[in-house]
């Protein structure tokens, strides 16, 4: 039956909830076949190592132990190294990189060999009888230095640490910051952040040693390009025909399983070696030193401005961290902020560079906003340090230099076609939220009274770039891949429907936002939509989930797929009815005869007509379904104010967050209550960045916070609720007007946090604090300002 | 190996199990009870918050034969009778939850701390959450149903 109802921007709970909830999910670590056998990794205690022997002998007479293997025992298992997809330069550096390191290791928890057993506690004791001799090579640690003459290399055989350098520059830059009356230079540490999934990563794969197929079960964010990449470039003799790749329900990702990794192709060359399921489960302890970590970058920002702080220009020179060997997209996570270092500004000249350079250190990747973070944060402090330099209040700098209200596609400097965007609404309404002058008032008093307890306000206009991405905008980039995803619609001839999408959710609910969209395109009930997803056997397009993608591209051909069944049902109800298709209205699901409403077909209705094809229109195939795929014309750009308001103990350093308020700008919202969710955990992820956050390798590659009992995750006691608003400005990407909300808050946050602790100790000297800003730095950053020794 | 009886969700399992087996693994791997998850192995996420005795407990931090003789809730036993528990009930509605990996161990260490605090302030709620992890929530919504379920839990009992 055909409804009314419109769930489309409607608090529709969760449709992915119940088994979440009562501890029916299936993660990974819950799947067993019969006969699976459990891998564990021997992972190297160097950061920089000759292997001069991998001893297993020891190990394989172990009780329960069915195989053990060194790199140079699995060799032939690949046809190449894992997979880079992203060589940003023609000149790029590309180092080999083994799923099993063969002769050297180049940072601390590579893998150096594994062992098959029939248990996990097997697997593991036996692992500990693996010897493994090393000759200890010199190490570096820190990208600037690994860039100096006579510093250790990573690799030896490519001569150098650097990987690349990328450039893009507009406008009369040096004429620009020669002539402007005003330059502002900062300098920006954005410190290693471990991403911290609560569900660490794990793979099973399934052989049929008869056929030569292979089911791999992962817990991935990617499993279509997973299936391509790895049968592509990395495991010899597995035709991409013969592997199926299932990601179960995966818990959480924020890019860190947005990867082709180590422990997939050796799972799938250990099961092809045995004949069995095999399963491996990474523990925390090895997540933190074998799963991509994220930013890691120094900025240097400069920005020309006027006299009374017209922005004129920007320039942003970066030395990037690669880690030791470049992952799926591991050179191109800067070059997703390359373009938005000008934010939502309007500079008449720009200028970008980029190094990528190899360190003794886990490989770095996308994380939660990639890029965008990084770009956001330089240009939203230093617009901050342009307003103290010329007088101006943080506010009032940037609505001066807001690009004016836009509807239509509109040009900025760096090349990009920003989609649609109203940044003084947006900062306006935050403004109001939190009281803007209220709270500088207080801070005056404060100041005036000499408390030592002081306020500081933290803004942060952000912009972003998402819908990755428009297939010939990526190949400019030169990315190996395309940007467009798939979704299918399959109306049953119960009337039901069941959609497939080449998106891949882990915690993100498209299967209610997708059945949403579904149900007031084809009139029917919310529950009656099924979403399925995840599986390369019954969704072969696909390009998966990551950088806020899914509901503007996946979810934009869920739209065009809607479109397509309703164009083929109106051909069937037309001929049912005995008029022409132009004689028919549409509406939630019903069509009708124009002045006789009574005279009406139902989607379902049709559906059942096409699948028993008993009478339909000449040439029209049985069967209600339609497939899209969709390559976005142009990226979406989500924007809005965060407003970050802080008490800072003078004397210690401690920094609280009095109040947090933040106004996104996604477009069009289809859940409200999903995208708020977002946004509490996007912000929350960005305080962590700028509150407590920081990985910290020794001189020799040691990772010191190798824990969650040392690496500062934040807990519910350390954070304080935040109130949210939106203002909508549709995107003129996509028909539904969609830009993505999955990464905002994490973009928009640090800067609005460490904006906010800077301007509280403002009136004592204090210009910078880095990342995070835990009460050491704080309290030595005061204790500088007021000329002491910090 | 060690002989030992424990009352799992009201139901008195017997098993011999490897001295060193951690709880949570004999729930997940021995008794099939794959709804308590791990997340860590420094005890710091809380994932794997089971009640023993009716107090929460990291499972990865006890030994299997450190349950003999005693009685475990695991998930699983929540929703009674095919109904959801008020915690459930208030997670769902209130978006306290979405990758959903924590959320186990998240409702059960819930349910202890409402059985000590019946009636919490938001603050109450959060220093109590303080060894359970979210990476996606932000806890605000976690914060929020459990304050939610509170008002269910009193209104219920008044």
């Known amino acids: 039956m055909a409804t009314a109802e419109k769930y489309v921007g409607g608090g529709v709970l969760r449709k992915e909830d119940p088994e979440l909830l009562t501890g029916q999910a299936k993660f990974i670590d819950d799947l067993t076949f019969p006969g699976m056998a459990w891998m564990y990794v021997v992972r190297s205690p160097y950061a920089h190592a000759k292997i001069t022997s991998v001893e297993t002998l020891a190990a394989v007479s172990m009780p329960g132990v069915i195989a053990a293997w060194s790199g140079n025992d699995l060799a032939d298992e690949w046809q190449g190294s894992l997979p880079c997809a992203w060589p940003v330069t023609e000149d790029i550096k590309m180092p080999a990189h083994w799923p099993v390191a063969k002769d050297e290791v180049r940072h601390l928890g590579e893998a150096v060999a594994v062992v098959v057993a029939e248990t996990r506690a097997q697997a593991k004791d036996a692992a500990e009888a693996v010897r493994v001799d090393y000759a200890p090579l010199p190490v570096v640690t820190d990208s600037e230095e690994a860039l100096k003459d006579g510093a250790p290399l990573v690799h030896a055989d490519l001569g150098t640490n650097k990987s690349y350098t990328w450039t893009l520059s507009a406008g009369e830059v040096d004429k620009v910051f020669a002539e402007a009356p005003v330059v502002v230079k900062e300098r920006y540490y954005h410190p290693r952040l471990i991403p911290n999934a609560i569900e660490p990563r794990g793979v099973l794969a399934v052989p049929v040693p008869a056929q030569g197929e292979f089911t791999l079960y992962s817990a991935t964010q990617i499993p279509h390009v997973l299936k391509t990449a790895i049968t592509a470039f990395t495991m010899a003799n597995m035709p991409e025909s013969k592997l199926r790749v299932i990601a179960p329900d995966v818990g959480g990702g924020f890019g860190s399983k947005l990867n082709v990794y180590a422990e997939e192709a050796v799972v799938l060359a250990a099961a092809r070696r045995t004949g069995r399921p095999v399963k491996w489960i990474e523990e925390r302890s090895e997540n933190y030193l074998s799963t991509i970590q994220g930013r890691d970058v120094y900025q240097d920002v400069e920005l020309a401005a006027t006299e009374d702080g017209k922005l004129l220009g920007v320039r942003a020179h970066l030395v990037a961290d690669m880690g030791a060997y470049l992952q799926l997209v591991t050179p191109g996570i800067p070059l997703l902020g390359a373009f938005l270092y000008h934010g939502v500004y309007t500079p008449e000249a720009y200028d970008f560079a980029c190094t990528g350079v190899f360190t003794n250190k886990t490989p770095t990747d996308a994380y939660r906003g990639a890029g965008r973070p990084e770009a956001t944060y330089a240009i939203e402090r230093a617009m901050d340090a342009l307003a103290r330099r010329v007088g101006k209040d943080p506010a009032e700098i940037r609505r001066m230099n807001f690009m004016t209200p836009f509807t239509e596609p509109t040009d900025v400097i760096s090349g990009l076609k920003y989609d649609s965007g109203d940044y003084g609404k947006t900062l306006d309404r935050a403004l109001e939220l939190v009281g803007y002058d209220r709270l500088r008032a207080d801070q005056k008093s404060r100041r005036d009274r000499g408390d030592a307890k002081v306020l500081g306000i933290g803004l942060s206009t952000y912009i972003e770039m998402c819908g990755l991405a428009p297939s010939q905008v990526l190949a400019a980039l030169r990315y190996a891949a395309g940007g467009w995803d798939a979704a299918t619609i399959r109306c049953l001839p119960t009337g039901k429907v069941v959609v497939v999408t080449g998106t891949s959710p882990h915690g993100q609910g498209h299967v209610t936002t997708w059945s949403q969209i579904t149900a007031d395109a084809l009139g029917v009930p919310v529950e009656d939509v099924e979403v399925l997803h995840g599986d390369t056997a019954f969704s072969p397009l696909g390009m998966d989930t990551y950088g806020s993608r899914s509901l503007s591209v996946g979810g934009t051909a869920l739209y065009f797929a809607a479109q397509k069944i309703v164009e083929k049902a109106r051909k069937i109800a037309a001929h049912e009815l005995e008029v022409s298709e132009d004689d028919l209205d549409y509406e939630a699901g019903t069509f009708t005869v124009k002045g006789a409403p009574d005279r009406a077909r139902t989607i379902p209705a049709i559906a059942f007509a096409a699948w028993t094809a008993h009478n339909l229109p000449p040439d029209t195939e049985p069967g209600l379904e339609a497939t899209h795929v969709y390559d976005p014309g142009n990226f979406t750009f989500p924007s809005g104010a965060h407003v970050c308001v802080v008490e800072v103990d003078t004397e210690t350093g401690e920094v609280r967050i009095v109040k947090y308020v933040g106004v996104d700008d996604c477009g069009t919202v289809i859940n409200p209550m999903i995208v708020e969710g977002k946004v509490h955990g996007g912000v929350t992820q960005g305080i962590a960045e700028a509150m407590f956050e920081e990985g910290v390798y020794d001189e020799n590659g040691n990772l010191m916070t190798s824990s969650m009992a040392n690496y500062l995750v934040p807990s519910a006691a350390e954070l304080p609720s935040y109130q949210l608003d939106r203002t909508v400005t549709p995107s003129s990407t996509n028909p539904m007007g969609v830009k993505g909300i999955g990464e905002a808050g994490t973009i928009a946050a640090p800067p609005a946090v460490v904006n906010a602790v800077v301007d509280a100790l403002s009136h004592l000297g204090v210009t910078d604090i880095g990342k995070p800003v835990t009460p050491e730095r704080v309290w030595r950053a005061i204790r500088q300002a007021k000329g002491g020794a910090a | ?158």
């Open chain 2, 1 to 158: 190996m060690a002989h030992v009886e424990v009352t799992v969700n009201g139901v008195t399992r017997v098993a011999d199990v490897e001295p060193r087996q951690l709880l949570v693994y004999f729930l997940r791997e021995t008794l099939g009870l794959t709804g308590t998850n791990v997340g860590c192995d420094t005890s710091s996420c809380g994932a794997c918050t089971v009640l023993v005795d009716g107090e929460s407990v990291k499972s990865c931090t006890m030994l299997a034969v450190q349950a003999d003789g005693r009685e475990v809730t695991t998930i699983e036993a929540m929703a009674a009778g095919g109904a959801m528990h008020p915690l459930q009930a208030a997670f769902h509605e209130n978006h306290g939850l979405q990758c959903g990996y924590c959320t186990p161990g998240m409702i059960m260490a819930a349910a202890s701390f409402l059985k000590e605090n019946p009636n919490p302030t938001e603050e109450e709620v959060r220093e109590a959450l303080e060894g359970n992890l979210c990476r996606c929530t932000g806890y605000q919504n976690i914060v929020k149903s459990i304050l939610d379920a509170a008002s269910r839990l009193s209104g219920a009992r008044a």
